[in-house]
């Protein structure tokens, strides 16, 4: 099963730092406070952020650090399911083996990387499954994509490979997709 590092763009969430917010982004980022307390009690703790919200914290995220390789990302949430829009720029991503830099070769600059498939959480630990993916509106094989992914998930904070499941942060114990918003459940 391939996965796929648009939920790079949700560990966006929860990276550690300070920055200039504007309305949505401040919403996660008073969401990312909550979730770095202590939860309270044993009682399930549920917060929503909507599509714009993440979109907004994503973009003050990445201006605000540098993210090799990567110059944007957008959200489009769907029922349990959502889309990634990514601006790359391939000279800053290294692949390793033939097909790889034969890959490169064709792909070098910056990218438009867009990925959809579905998110898949419970008992604490994550996953994304691709179900397609294109660079520059040409479709390309999963494992291509998986490869770029694997690298800058590796490389950024909180250097999580999302091509393989991962442990939540804070204790959250699923994260689920209902329309255009975004629950994460601890």
Do not use: W
Request: charged fraction near 20%.
């Amino acid at each position: 099963m391939v996965r796929f590092y648009s939920f790079l763009s949700l560990v966006c969430l929860f990276c550690s730092g300070s920055f200039l917010f504007a309305d949505g982004a401040s919403r996660v980022n008073e969401v990312l406070t909550k979730l770095k307390e202590p939860k309270k009690g044993k009682s399930q703790e549920s917060y929503t952020l909507t599509e714009g919200e993440l979109n907004a914290f994503t973009e003050v995220a990445i201006a605000g650090k540098k993210r090799l390789g990567v110059k944007k990302i957008h959200f489009d949430l769907k029922q349990g399911t959502f889309a990634t829009t990514a601006v790359i720029n391939m000279d800053d991503v290294q692949l390793t083996g033939m097909a790889f830099r034969m890959f490169k070769a064709v792909l070098s600059g910056t990218q438009t990387l867009q990925a959809h498939g579905k998110l898949t959480s419970a008992k604490g630990k994550a996953s994304y499954e691709v179900e397609s993916a294109k660079f520059n509106s040409i479709p390309v094989p999963a494992f291509l994509v998986n490869a770029v992914v694997s690298f800058l998930g590796k490389r950024q904070p909180p250097h999580i490979d999302v091509t393989e499941p991962f442990n939540l942060p804070y204790g959250i114990q699923e994260v689920r997709i209902i329309s255009d918003k975004l629950i994460v459940v601890r």
